[in-house]
């Protein structure tokens, strides 16, 4: 990956996984994908390979991400769905034509028309993806990270279903760091 931005963080749900290119969204928010390459490397890394992504693509591919975020948000916390929200995503999955082929090396993988389309079929998949996260057709739910400067939805597929942090690398670590200094400063202050 380029080394000039920051790395992606990628999670095993295509849609939340789409919406942590943006991260730290209550605190200094962090873009990770903040030109157009960097969303051609993105979509290269979940088998969404295309040649080439516009400036414009860029900005409609960012409008698809807060929508589904937009639209995450509700349904994890049991509110209705922001009607601009859901028309975006709508709108996206309905644009493309991207077909799913089957391969004998390596199961499924996204077929996407060449050229500029190829962008519009890759964020037809996301968005399509999205619709059956937030509509509840697969098995998991739809959750916001506790850390206070993040707020990320993520499809939690615990078998408990608690799970409390979007990435425990990240967010769920800097909370147990958080939560250990503070023990350990109330304890030296104890100590004095």
């Given amino acids: 990956m380029d080394a000039r931005h920051p790395d992606f963080r990628l999670g095993t749900v295509l849609a939340t996984s789409f919406t942590a290119t943006l991260t730290e969204r209550r605190g200094d928010a962090v873009e990770r994908i903040p030109t157009p390459q960097r969303l051609v490397d993105w979509l290269a890394v979940f088998g969404l390979t295309v040649e080439s992504c516009t400036a414009e693509q860029l900005e409609h591919a960012r409008e698809l991400r807060e929508s589904i975020h937009a639209a995450a948000t509700a349904a994890a916390t049991e509110e209705l769905l922001p009607a601009t929200a859901v028309r975006v995503i709508n709108d996206c999955s309905s644009q493309g034509r991207a ?20 962008v519009v079929d890759a964020l037809s998949v996301i968005a399509a993806d999205a619709i059956s996260i937030i509509a509840g057709e697969r098995d998991g ?3 916001l990270c506790a850390s206070p400067t993040c707020r990320a939805a993520f499809f939690d597929t615990s078998q408990s ?20 200094t503070a023990s350990r400063r109330k304890n030296s202050a104890s100590e004095d």
């Avoid at 608690?162 to 690398?169: A, L």
Wanted: charged share 35%; aromatic share 6%.
């Fill in 161 to 180: 279903r608690t799970r409390k942090w979007c990435d425990m690398n990240t967010c769920g670590n800097r909370q147990k760091k958080a939560r250990f």
């Fill in 141 to 143: 739910r739809l959750a």
């Fill in 99 to 118: 077909a799913a082929i089957l391969t004998p090396e390596s199961g499924r993988r996204w077929q996407l028309r060449s050229g500029p389309d190829g």
